[in-house]
Nanobody, 123 residues
Framework: QVQLVESGGGLVQAGGSLRLSCAAS????????MGWFRQAPGKEREFVGAIHWSRGSTHYADFVKGRFTISRDNAKNTAYLQMNSLKPEDTAVYYC????????????????WGQGTQVTVSS
């Protein structure tokens, strides 16, 4: 079991930036990738992007359009989601999750989830 804690969410004006963090602890040896997902009220949880833990390779959903960047700090067991040029439609609870498979493209492939952090973008 891996424990994940997201942080960094908050309220930001449209066009602003936020950096989310996902700190991992516990049995992380089987984790191949870290994914980011988001869920807005009344909507399905959707894939945002993912990073391969050892290689650092990344892939993203189309809606990112170059605005978001995922990175990781291996020494800190922490993944990051840098979000720039935020839009009101980015408002959602953002989650990180561990996965054994690569690439990560759906939540069914994920093993452990954090509690989520709220991101609200005002217009």
């Amino acid at each position: 079991q891996v424990q994940l804690v997201e942080s960094g969410g908050g309220l930001v004006q449209a066009g602003g930036s936020l950096r989310l963090s996902c700190a991992a602890s516990g049995r992380t040896f089987s984790t191949n990738a870290m994914g980011w997902f988001r869920q807005a009220p009344g909507k399905e949880r959707e894939f945002v992007g993912a990073i391969h833990w050892s290689r650092g390779s990344t892939h993203y959903a189309d809606f990112v359009k170059g605005r978001f960047t995922i990175s990781r700090d291996n020494a800190k067991n922490t993944a990051y989601l840098q979000m720039n040029s935020l839009k009101p439609e980015d408002t959602a609870v953002y989650y990180c999750a561990t996965a054994r498979m690569w690439p990560v493209r759906d939540s069914a492939a994920c093993d452990s989830w954090g509690q989520g952090t709220q991101v609200t973008v005002s217009s």
